[in-house]
Nanobody, 124 residues
């Protein structure tokens, strides 16, 4: 089991920056690939960013590429999502997730463990 707790969400204005953090506990954090997903009411949860267990490989959704940066600290069991140049369409609940098998994925169903999410609201 892996427990994930997100933090850092809030209300910001368009163009601002925000950094989300996810703290992991339980099984060895460095064994897991990590991802950030987001969801708005009435829509499917969508991929935002992912990072492999070593931190060497990262993937981003086209909608956030160039604005968001995912990183991890295996010594501190944390993964972060730095979000710059935020837009109103980035408004969503952001979830941290852990994937324990295979290659790092962008697919929601391949992630085994999920946090409860943190709300990010970007006003225009």
């Amino acid at each position: 089991q892996v427990q994930l707790v997100e933090s850092g969400g809030g209300l910001v204005q368009a163009g601002d920056s925000l950094k989300l953090s996810c703290a992991a506990s339980g099984r060895t954090f460095s064994l897991y690939h990590m991802g950030w997903f987001r969801q708005t009411p009435g829509k499917e949860r969508e991929f935002a960013a992912a990072i492999d267990w070593s931190g060497a490989i990262t993937y981003y959704a086209e909608s956030v590429k160039g604005r968001f940066t995912i990183s991890r600290d295996n010594a501190k069991n944390t993964v972060a999502l730095q979000m710059n140049s935020l837009k109103p369409k980035d408004t969503a609940v952001y979830y941290c997730a852990a994937q324990g098998t295979g290659r790092v994925s962008t697919i929601t169903s391949e992630y085994e463990y999920w946090g409860r999410g943190t709300q990010v609201t970007v006003s225009s």
